[in-house]
């Protein structure tokens, strides 16, 4: 049998929990996943993020970042 590759959808971020958590304004976030700049899905009309999904996102930005400079 497959696993599931589905998340947990009870677990899901809203737009104010990411920028809470990223320490940015939620116009950013709004931006970013607008922009397909950052991974989410709209559900009924508001933005959800997988929380997993995001950490792994912020690290590869963050890799981007170190080895630009």
Request: some cysteine; proline content about 4%.
């Amino acid at each position: 049998m497959a696993t599931s590759t589905v998340p947990n959808i009870s677990k899901m971020l809203t737009i104010k929990e990411v920028a809470e958590l990223m320490g940015v304004h939620e116009r950013t976030i709004y931006r970013l996943a607008n922009e397909g700049k950052m991974p989410g899905f709209k559900f009924g009309g508001t933005w959800r993020f997988d929380p997993e999904t995001i950490k792994q996102w912020i690290s590869q930005e963050m890799l981007k970042n170190c080895t630009s400079a």
